[in-house]
């Protein structure tokens, strides 16, 4: 899981809520290991750094 999300908080829970929402839909039980491997995130890198610049415009806090 942290190599498909890159360790990014946002995206990990990203990932969770959407293989719940699959197992769910599904009517399965849980998120089985195979779920995961087979998991194709919908991340934007490029969303979530213009995200960060725009906290981050004055420079660090």
Request: aromatic residues 10%; glycine residues 6%; contains cysteine.
């Amino acid at each position: 899981m942290l190599q498909i999300t890159e360790g990014i908080t946002a995206n990990i829970f990203r990932m969770i809520n959407s293989l719940a929402v699959d197992t769910i839909q599904n009517g399965r039980e849980h998120v089985t290991d195979e779920m995961i491997e087979n998991c194709e995130p919908e991340f934007d890198p490029e969303a979530a750094f213009a995200r960060w610049k725009t906290l981050f415009r004055g420079g660090y806090p």
